[in-house]
């Protein structure tokens, strides 16, 4: 009988043990800020254009706003309307809003 109840009690602490964790889980979910979003003035060299997708991806300098150094990446373009009259090879000013590993292209000035 007493081996049962040792088994009933273990049993117990560990689904009340279970529990508090999967509450420490939530809170941690709940209290972790959104990224922030980051904005940025670059400019550089278009590299390519998807229309279908709304995406840039361009060849910038550093972003000392972003912490970015140079790199080649892919952008969104928010709205999509700005890659109009864009074309690959064309040298740019943007502004960019970046929030995570997501950004976006939110102004475009052609140099
Ligand atoms: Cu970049």
Redesign the pocket.
Known sequence: MRAIACALIGALTLTTAGAAAADDMANMKGMSPAPAAKQGK?TGVIKAIDAKVGTLT?Q?GP?PA?A??????T?KAKPATLLKGLKVGQTIGFD?TVRGMD?DVTAVRPK
């Open positions: 670059g361009i910038h972003i972003v970015w150094p140079a790199m080649t990446m952008f960019t950004a």
